[in-house]
Structure formats: structure tokens, C-alpha cells
């Protein structure tokens, strides 16, 4: 008689509902209906790739809180990576980014562009897209019983390595255990 094991069956679960949530991410709703959400999942050995990233951020940085995903993400079974190109904006002149109009937007980033932890100006549009994505994405974990916790962290770590093609990311790492490992965090 062919037996699954609970760890087998847990990696396997996690998995499908990684991309299942990848799937709720892409459907999400966007403004004007301009899609500029991106999505990959990563497990197995390369969330040590990335937690590394984290540890050496942590270093650079001061910022201990990279250093405390890090430790999450390396007990993690996968990763969700959501992001968003934020470069283009809708064209509704609306001023949420800092500009008066989405003319006066691409002029300023494309001759002074900023890349820090993340890339922009962004329109604030693609940013509202991106956290209804986010928040679709999560639901979904919620409701298969996947813990789960949004860590800018991880994006920022995936950014520097080159995982995604995006100016804002966000990673979201999935877990089940007996107790969320993401609930008592220190550090």
C-alpha cells in the first residue's frame, strides 16, 4: 500500500498552494487594467541563496531585521515573490507620486531614477496593484491553513540577486508546522 509521508505531503501542499497563489496575484484587479505584477516561487535549496543575501544586507546595512527573515526564511519550505514595475504610469495626472503630472513623472526618473533597497519613483497606481496582489496572494495561503508572513526583506534580497525583473518586490515565505514560525520572531 503506497504511503505519503506528512512531510511529503506538506512540501507537495505548499507548493500547490504557492501556486495557487501565484495564480491569485496574477488575477488580482488593477488599475486601468495595466498588469505590471510579476510572480516566482522559489524553494528547496536556493532560500539558503537568499537568506545569505539577507545576512550579507544585515551586515551592510546594520539592519539586524534582515538577519531575524533570514533565520525564518531558512526554516521556510518555499517563497512567494511578488513585485511590480512601477515606471510607467497610467496617465491619470493624478499626483500620488510626488509629481504633478505622469508627464513630469518619467521625466524626473529617467534622468534621476533612484535605486536604494528598491527601485523608483513609482507610480502609486502600480503600488496599489502590487498590495491587492499581495493581499490576494495571502488570502489564498489563509485559506489553505499555510502559514505565511510578507517580508519586504526577502524582495529586497531577491531584487540584488537578480530573481526578478521588477522595481518593488515583496517575498512571502510559507511554512506548516505545529506552531507558525513566523509569530514569535526576534530580533
Known amino acids: 500500500m503506497p504511503v505519503i509521508s506528512s512531510e511529503e505531503a506538506e512540501e507537495e501542499g505548499i507548493l500547490r498552494a504557492a501556486e495557487l497563489m501565484a495564480i ?9 487594467g495595466v498588469d505590471v505584477i510579476k510572480t516566482c516561487i522559489i524553494y528547496g535549496e536556493d532560500l539558503g541563496k537568499i537568506a545569505d543575501k539577507m545576512e550579507e544586507i544585515a551586515d551592510r546595512t546594520g539592519m539586524a531585521f534582515f538577519r531575524r527573515d533570514a533565520n525564518c526564511l531558512r526554516r521556510s519550505k518555499a517563497v512567494v515573490l511578488i513585485g511590480a514595475s512601477g515606471s510607467e504610469p497610467r496617465g491619470l495626472d493624478c499626483g500620488a507620486c510626488g ?25 502609486v497606481k502600480a503600488m496599489l496593484d502590487l498590495g491587492i496582489a499581495i493581499g490576494s496572494a495571502v488570502k489564498v495561503a489563509a485559506d489553505l491553513n499555510v502559514d505565511n508572513r510578507v517580508m519586504f526583506t526577502i524582495g529586497v534580497a531577491a531584487l540584488e540577486l537578480g530573481l526578478m525583473d521588477a522595481d518593488v ?14 509569530f514569535d520572531r526576534k530580533g
Open 24 to 32: 491569485a496575484a496574477r488575477t488580482a484587479p488593477k488599475a486601468r
Open 99 to 123: 509629481f504633478p503630472t505622469c508627464e513630469e513623472f518619467r521625466r524626473h526618473r529617467a534622468e534621476k531614477g533612484y535605486k536604494g533597497m528598491m527601485r523608483g519613483p513609482n507610480c
Open 169 to 182: 518586490a515583496v517575498g512571502i515565505p510559507l511554512s506548516a508546522t505545529g506552531k507558525n514560525i513566523y
